[in-house]
Nanobody, 124 residues
Framework: VQLQASGGGLVQAGGSLRVSCAAS????????MGWFRQTPGKEREFVAA????????YYEDSVKGRFTISRDNVKNTAYLQMDSLKPEDTAVYYC??????????????????WGQGTQVTVSS
């Protein structure tokens, strides 16, 4: 499956942004979708994940209550709605896909497919 992330940009602290991940090539609904982020010199870190039908979602603690992951299996697209953004949310955001994970197992980097990343910059 090919993943294309988009929607990044520059936003002021406290603002909102939605990034999208469009999938092509195979059955999107068969994959768990995840969002990760990375800043220079740091490891890529888990942000959020959503299971096949959206019945379960997982979030890193620092984004709980501010970010919302969703998916549209008709449009083959996953979304990450980011509200109340903080300067420390500044990073390149990557979407990723895998066939299976559960609970904390979705937090690791063992995703099979990765998108190219989209830059999100939050100014103070």
């Amino acid at each position: 499956v090919q993943l294309q992330a988009s929607g990044g940009g520059l936003v002021q602290a406290g603002g909102s942004l939605r990034v999208s991940c469009a999938a092509s090539g195979t059955s999107f609904s068969r994959y768990i979708m995840g969002w990760f982020r990375q800043t220079p010199g740091k490891e890529r870190e888990f942000v959020a994940a959503i299971r096949w039908t959206g019945d379960a979602t997982y979030y890193e603690d620092s984004v709980k209550g501010r970010f919302t992951i969703s998916r549209d299996n008709v449009k083959n697209t996953a979304y990450l709605q980011m509200d109340s953004l903080k300067p420390e949310d500044t990073a390149v955001y990557y979407c990723a896909a895998r066939n299976y994970c559960s609970g904390n197992g979705c937090y690791d980097l063992n995703y099979k497919y990765w998108g190219q990343g989209t830059q999100v910059t939050v100014s103070s």
